[in-house]
Nanobody, 121 residues
Framework: QVQLVESGGGLVQPGGSLRLSCAAS????????MGWYRQAPGKQRELVAS???????NYADSVKGRFTISRDNAKNMVYLQMNSLKPEDTAVYYC???????????????WGKGTLVTVSS
């Protein structure tokens, strides 16, 4: 079993910055892609950013140029640096990881419980 735990959410004013962290633990042989998703009230969960094991990144158009995803493979962690935050960035942010428990396993998707980011003056 794999656990993902997010941290770093909170209340920030428009134009401010936050850094989210996600730590993966448990039965991990290798982590393939990792990513951040978000879900605002009344809306569907959407991809914010993702990063492969080769550090190839992908961003939603709405966050390009403002958010940066990175990962530390040695620590099994992924980060999301969020700058120039806007009220529309308010959402619960979820960490996602595709994990192989052994070298013979296919990757399985795991999710964290989420961390709330509120952008408001």
């Amino acid at each position: 079993q794999v656990q993902l735990v997010e941290s770093g959410g909170g209340l920030v004013q428009p134009g401010g910055s936050l850094r989210l962290s996600c730590a993966a633990s448990g039965s991990i042989f290798i982590i393939n892609a990792m990513g951040w998703y978000r879900q605002a009230p009344g809306k569907q969960r959407e991809l914010v950013a993702s990063i492969t094991s080769a550090d190839s990144t992908n961003y939603a158009d709405s966050v390009k140029g403002r958010f940066t995803i990175s990962r530390d493979n040695a620590k099994n962690m992924v980060y999301l640096q969020m700058n120039s935050l806007k009220p529309e960035d308010t959402a619960v942010y979820y960490c996602n990881a595709e994990v192989r428990a052994t070298m013979w396993d296919v990757g399985m998707d795991y999710w964290g419980k989420g961390t709330l980011v509120t952008v408001s003056s």
